[in-house]
């Protein structure tokens, strides 16, 4: 008796379930594979590095950048961030 609504159900919401599903699956094979890389002491020191060397970087950029160029980072990164800045906005 309920196996037409089981029909129904699985014809209409089926594909839904399976696609979520791959991704699912997909999903925690990637944080496995991350995770088995992040463990590796090597692998974690270079992430670090260039995690730093990026922040360098940056800091390098901003500090020899004109007062105008300057500005408009800060300016750029607040709004990146979702931080509203009411001088920049008038």
Aim: charged share 20%.
């Amino acid at each position: 008796m309920h196996k037409p609504y089981a029909k129904w159900i699985n014809f209409l919401y089926g594909p839904y379930f399976k696609v979520i599903g791959f991704f699912y699956r997909v999903y925690t094979a990637n944080r496995a594979r991350v995770e088995s890389i992040k463990s590796n002491p090597k692998v974690s020191a270079f992430l670090k590095l260039i995690a730093v060397l990026v922040l360098v970087g940056w800091i390098l950029i901003w500090f020899f950048a004109s007062e105008e160029s300057r500005n408009q980072l800060t300016d750029e990164v607040k709004q990146s961030i979702g931080i509203s800045d009411s001088k920049s906005a008038q």
